[in-house]
């Protein structure tokens, strides 16, 4: 069995928006470093990444694909992470664990916002990231003009590492500005180095200065060196480099074409030499490499029902044996991965990134050692919940089986949650938006045999009343055979304010209805309220019970239940229902160049809005806090992203009941009077 090399290793994310790119510039890192003979690609549907059929299937990445390589003396760990917005949290967890990011980009200015929610969190965890402009040869913009976009999207300053010769179709090669030597692409081989093109070269030096600049505002020497017109040794801007980029100081950029290796090398090359190395990565997570007890991080968690459950850890600190306990768990096999190929190794060095099975008490993000540790490292937060379906099981047999298999599916992607509604009693799955939750449909189908239909799951709608009824009569007679049926009573029903809930009173003088018989009238009250006149539960209603007669040999629990019943069927009605929905307050963070579009939104939507302000922490993005029936809330999502390119986001909690208008009030009643 193979031992994951002790040292010189280097975890690096690849992450970006949707379609960037991403599985391809594995591939290519895969193929350029010799550990893949053949080459595959999306359209042929058969990379390394994306092997499950819920990619291949959708030509998308929808769980990270983990792959190791060695180049120039370094074992890398690529992390190709999915791109959609809706599968957002996959990267976050991953992130939390990388000596580095690859954020993988279109060179098109029209599009760069879409990677500012990466970037966000990149800079919160300060995570070193490079950006990789993928698709030079479909630049629909010179590349200043790119850098410019991106620049407006990143609070760290970008530095261009490289300049491309030609544009678009025309792109034949790129300048590496640090050696500011020039080179042609050639697809499947290394780049040639060329001579300056000579049309270039005033472009070429506004670069180098811009990337010098940028680096020397973090170094003096350098700054002296610029300010004395010395140019600054190759080994001294590297250094600058690899210690500002390891700082998350400064942002370098890269461009090419990964589906032709184009840049790729390059790349490589500047991980080697720029990244850096794992110990100091712990170290700027604050680990105390002076212990030695192992200390793990869970990253992401597999579930396959043939092999169980896998999860894929960085190891912080220590080195770790196969066989070990972890977290009080024995783990099963330890593995370097391969797309879906496992490597076993008998042992892992701090730095490495790994999987390891059987871990079943572990989640995704939590810390783990060998011994008993109360350390818990910094974990991304759960998104919230903003998309939600009703399952039902297509076989009925099915539906006792379904929570242990949400369950499963939620360890792999802690963005998905369930619940059985407490009102409505459906089983409701929560996620990121419609893709997200129809790839977990397909998992549920392929890995556990649980076909599910899903429909647009009902809000839980309640009803009250406007006015009081008062002396309101339920009498039970019923002769049967022997002994009859008998019990009499007199309410009153009173509004309460919204809130409330249900309150029962009783005001019985002299007996007229013996004390035994009492709980018997609110058990027939309350099961009443359970679906009021318009077909909803009660709510926020009074019952006093003031007045009856009993039989001595008739009346029973059950005669005054009915009491009860009949009472309320003839008050209830008569108090003017009304029906409450369920209003959400709602967070809403977008790029303010769409809050007037946010706006018109909740407005058109029947929500309020209360107000809206600068977004803490985020430049150039508003909060907007407004209230809005949650029936109105099932596809705000999907239009949200529609209005700002996909970034948009909203979080949102309960808030209270609120009548219904009554143009709506008679649709609803009508759909739910016909659906039962
Ligand atoms: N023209 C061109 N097409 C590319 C390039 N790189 C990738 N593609 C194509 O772009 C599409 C998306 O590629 P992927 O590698 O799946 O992109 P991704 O970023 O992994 O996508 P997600 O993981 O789903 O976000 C595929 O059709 C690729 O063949 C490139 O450099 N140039
Ligand atoms: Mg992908």
Not at 364 to 380: H, I, M, N, R
Request: proline share 6%; net charge negative.
């Amino acid at each position: 069995m193979a031992k994951a090399a002790v040292s010189r290793s280097r975890n690096v994310a690849i992450v970006g928006p949707y379609s960037s790119g991403k599985t391809t510039l594995l591939e290519s890192l895969l193929s350029v470093t010799g550990t893949i003979s053949r080459k595959g690609s999306i359209p042929e549907g058969n990379t390394v990444g994306d092997h499950t059929p819920e990619a291949r299937n959708r030509q998308m990445t929808v769980e990270t694909n983990a792959a190791c390589t060695e180049y120039g003396g370094i074992r890398f760990t690529f992390l190709d992470c999915p791109g959609s917005i809706e599968l957002l949290q996959e990267p976050l967890h991953v992130l939390m664990g990388v000596d580095a990011a690859i954020v993988v980009c279109e060179p098109d200015p029209s599009r760069v916002l879409t990677v500012s929610p990466l970037l966000h969190f990149l800079d919160k965890w300060e995570i070193p990231h490079v950006v990789y402009l993928n698709k030079m040869d479909r630049a629909s913009a010179p590349f200043a003009e790119v850098l410019d976009a991106l620049r407006s999207v990143s609070s760290r300053p970008l530095v261009p590492h490289q300049y491309p010769i030609g544009i678009s179709q025309d792109l034949v090669g790129f300048i590496d500005l640090v050696s500011e030597q020039a080179y042609h692409y050639h697809a499947g081989a290394a780049a040639d180095p060329v001579p300056l093109p000579e049309e270039l070269a005033a472009e070429e030096k506004a670069a180098r200065t811009e990337m010098l600049e940028t680096l020397a505002d973090f170094d003096d020497h350098l700054l002296e060196e610029l300010l004395e017109e010395i140019d600054p040794p190759e080994d001294e801007i590297i250094q600058d480099l690899k210690m500002e980029l390891g700082a998350d100081l400064v942002v370098p950029v890269f461009v090419g074409v990964a589906s032709n290796d184009y840049g790729v090398r390059p790349l490589l090359d500047a991980l080697v030499r720029e990244t850096p190395e794992p110990q100091v990565t712990a170290e700027r997570r604050g680990i105390d490499l002076k212990a030695s007890e192992p200390l793990v991080q869970i990253l992401k968690t597999y579930y396959s029902p043939q092999g169980g459950k896998l999860s894929l850890a960085r190891l912080w600190r220590g080195t770790l044996k196969d066989g070990a306990s972890l977290g009080g768990d024995r783990m099963g096999g330890l593995y370097s991965l391969m797309g879906n190929q496992q490597q076993a190794l008998s042992a892992a060095e701090a730095g490495n990134v790994v999987a390891i099975a059987r871990l079943e008490n572990a989640k995704t993000g939590d810390t783990l050692s060998t011994v008993e540790t109360s350390q818990s490292l910094p974990k991304a937060d759960i998104l919230p919940a903003v998309y939600s379906l009703a399952l039902t099981a297509e076989n009925r047999n099915d539906e006792v089986k379904l929570s242990g298999a949400l369950n499963k599916l939620i360890d792999e992607d802690p963005a998905l949650h369930w619940e059985q509604h407490g009102d409505t009693h459906e089983v409701i799955l929560w996620g990121q938006g419609d893709v997200h939750l129809k790839i977990a449909m397909d998992l549920l189908r392929r890995k556990y045999n649980l076909p599910m239909a899903t429909h647009v799951p009902q809000v839980a709608y309640k009803e009250t009343i406007r006015h009081a009824k008062v002396d309101i009569r339920g009498r039970y007679k019923h002769q049967t055979g022997g002994h009859g049926q008998f019990g009499d009573i007199y309410i009153d029903i009173n509004p309460l304010p919204r809130g409330e809930g249900f309150k029962f009173n009783e005001k019985i003088v002299g007996g007229v209805v013996p004390r035994q018989y009492i709980p018997s009238v609110e058990t027939g009250v309350r099961e009443f309220l359970k679906q009021g006149p318009l077909g909803f539960p009660v709510v926020d209603v009074s019952v006093t019970l003031k007045n009856g007669s009993y039989h001595h040999v008739d009346s029973s629990d059950q005669a005054f239940k009915q009491a009860a019943r009949i009472a309320m069927q003839t008050g209830l009605p008569e108090c003017q229902p009304t029906l409450l929905e369920p209003v959400a307050s709602l967070s809403v963070s977008v790029p303010n160049r769409f809050t007037s579009n946010v706006l018109t939104l909740i407005s058109g939507r029947r929500g309020q809005v209360m107000g809206y302000d600068n977004k803490h922490n985020w430049p150039g993005w508003d909060e907007v806090s407004a209230q809005l029936p949650v029936a109105e809330m099932q596809t705000l999502i999907l239009e949200l992203r529609s209005l700002s390119m996909g970034v948009g986001f909203f979080s949102w909690q309960y808030d209270h009941l609120s009548a219904v208008p009554e143009r709506i009030k008679k649709k609803i009643v009508t759909e739910v009077s016909n659906s039962r």
